[in-house]
């Protein structure tokens, strides 16, 4: 499976952006799907995560502001972010593990990644 994300940018506080991944050579619905992002010096973190069945789970920071969905048809993953901080601020990388219906929290279980999308909220 290959990941490719694009929509990233550079916006200001308050505003919103949907960041997009499209997952190509296998079908994604044996996999668990997820959103992570990692800041400069800092550890890399989930973001949001969705199995097979549709089962979502939110970091607890993003809650209100998230919203992760997958087009089927189009075998892309997506991720609204809303009312955009400067602590958002980060790359935001697509990843997946083959495990249909758990998402490991730990970015370390997760063996398949793209490249990254860079976020920049400026205040």
């Known amino acids: 499976v290959e990941l490719v994300e694009s929509g990233g940018g550079s916006v200001q506080s308050g505003g919103s952006l949907r960041l997009s991944c499209a997952a190509s050579?296998?079908?994604?619905?044996?996999?668990?799907m997820g959103w992570f992002r990692q800041a400069p010096g800092k550890e890399r973190e989930r973001v949001a995560t969705?199995?097979?069945?549709?089962?979502?789970t939110y970091a607890e920071s993003g809650k209100g502001r998230l919203t992760i969905s997958q087009d089927n048809a189009k075998n892309t993953l997506y991720l609204q972010i809303n009312s955009l901080r400067p602590e958002d601020t980060a790359m935001y990388y697509c990843?997946?593990?083959?495990?249909?219906?758990?998402?490991?929290?730990?970015?370390?279980?997760?063996?398949?990644w793209g490249q990254g999308t860079q976020v920049t909220v400026s205040s």
């Open positions: 990843a997946a593990v083959s495990s249909a219906n758990y998402c490991p929290e730990s970015w370390r279980l997760y063996n398949l």
């Open positions: 050579g296998a079908s994604w619905r044996r996999y668990c």
């Open positions: 969705i199995n097979s069945v549709g089962t979502i």
